[in-house]
């Protein structure tokens, strides 16, 4: 099984910038894709960003050019680097971790933009 945990989430103005953090119990060397997803109030989750075991990612069409999503095998640790932050950026970001067959989720880390 797989305990993920995020960090590194909160308020922020127009045009910050925030680094978020991923933290798994096992080793994520062998785990193919990674990923961020969010979830705004009354909207569902979208997915982000994704990172497969390689350096190929994946992004959302919103925050190209602005997120940058990244995974460091050796501490097990997955990020998200956010610049340029919008409102429309706030949400609940959480990490996802496929570990075939299962899918694990962290708690979520709240991201707040402010106007």
């Known amino acids: 099984q797989v305990q993920l945990v995020e960090s590194g989430g909160g308020l922020v103005q127009l045009g910050g910038s925030l680094r978020l953090s991923c933290a798994a119990s096992?080793?994520?060397?062998?785990?193919?894709?990674m990923a961020w997803y969010r979830q705004a109030p009354g909207k569902q989750r979208e997915l982000v960003a994704a990172?497969?075991?390689?350096?190929?990612?994946d992004y959302a069409d919103s925050v190209k050019g602005r997120f940058t999503i990244s995974r460091d095998n050796a501490k097990n640790t997955m990020y998200l680097q956010m610049n340029s932050l919008k409102p429309e950026d706030t949400a609940v970001y959480y990490c996802?971790?496929?570990?075939?067959?299962?899918?694990?989720w962290g708690q979520g880390t709240q991201v707040t933009v402010s106007s």
């Open positions: 990172v497969y075991t390689g350096t190929s990612a």
């Open positions: 096992v080793s994520i060397s062998g785990i193919y894709v």
């Open positions: 996802k971790a496929r570990q075939e067959p299962y899918d694990y």
